[in-house]
């Protein structure tokens, strides 16, 4: 990528200067049972008492966490816990419902993203968000991964551009499965090599942070196990916030798990405590399947 396309890219997101330290969290009043790191990251988004409702119905009551950078972080519960609402608080997802109201404070490298002068178009290109099902575009491989990087600006030539949609689905560990077919459909291909398409769109862009809505559930074991392993590569560059009903997986994938319970944010710390001796009866008694 060329140093021109490199300083667009920084134009386009905010000062990374601004990532705060893990804070004041530990020491706050409330419900949520916490257990910092031993070695804490610095912290990439911070949430502080989030609520959310569908018209007069609250769905989630005063969420407070930080996300670390360069980890994942999971959030499990059952069905209808409210953890896919939060996460789609934090790229605002939430605005395309109608009648969806979100309080509270949310910041990405220190900047409110709900601040009514933040170009929300930006913050989903700093925030990318993979979901449940793959939903590749009805075009071909390439100018799936292409689009983002062309809205935005990010490659001033056609070559600037090609070496962005390698450079993803390598990334991706997708390019030596369709180098040679990249005008076909991205439609055409495997489940599994769709939702990795997805995923090479969404960092073609050079996100900060990817959100992962449950992206495993409709994928076979392998597929799971590629999606898995990528995951674990892309922490190293990337914020990654995971949705999954899966506890094996949130083990396998996660250095830090959240558990959600009727729109509470109930226990959260390191995922070997979250599953080896959570504090919290409903943490033991959802992790040992008495409920969910």
Do not use: W
């Not at 990087?149 to 490659?155: D, E, K, N, Q, S």
């Amino acid at each position: 990528m060329t140093n021109d396309v490199i300083t667009e890219t920084n134009k386009m997101h905010m000062s990374t200067d601004k990532i705060v330290e893990q804070s004041d969290l530990y020491s706050q009043k409330g419900g949520t049972v916490r257990t910092p790191d031993q070695n804490p990251l610095p912290v990439r988004v911070t949430a502080r008492d989030v609520k959310v409702f569908y018209g007069q119905k609250q769905a989630l009551y005063d969420v407070s966490i930080d996300i670390p950078e360069r980890s994942v972080t999971a959030f499990i519960g059952p069905s209808g816990c409210g953890k896919s609402t939060f996460l789609r608080c934090l790229n605002r997802m939430n605005d395309t419902i109608e009648g969806c109201r979100v309080e509270g404070q949310i910041k990405l490298d220190g900047g409110d993203i709900y601040d009514p002068q933040l170009d929300v178009v930006e913050l989903r290109a700093r925030v990318g968000m993979v979901f449940q099902k793959p939903n590749p575009f009805p075009k071909s491989i390439f100018e799936n991964v292409a689009y983002g990087p062309r809205i935005h600006g990010l490659a001033k030539n056609k070559t600037d551009l090609e070496e962005i949609v390698v450079s993803s689905l390598q990334k991706a560990s997708l390019y030596e499965e369709v180098k040679d077919r990249l005008h076909e459909a991205g439609t055409g291909l495997s489940g599994g090599q769709q939702q990795r398409l997805c995923i090479a769109r969404a960092i073609a862009v050079s996100p900060e942070v990817i959100l992962m809505d449950e992206p495993c559930s409709a994928l076979d074991p392998i597929a799971t196990a590629k999606i898995e392993e990528l995951i674990d590569e892309l922490r190293q560059n990337f914020t990654i916030v995971i949705v999954t009903h899966s506890m094996q997986q949130a083990a396998r994938v996660s250095q830090r798990t959240a558990f959600f319970h009727l729109g509470v944010l109930v226990e959260e710390g390191p995922t070997d405590v979250i599953f080896t001796s959570p504090g919290e009866k409903r943490t033991q008694d959802y992790i040992t399947g008495r409920f969910g």
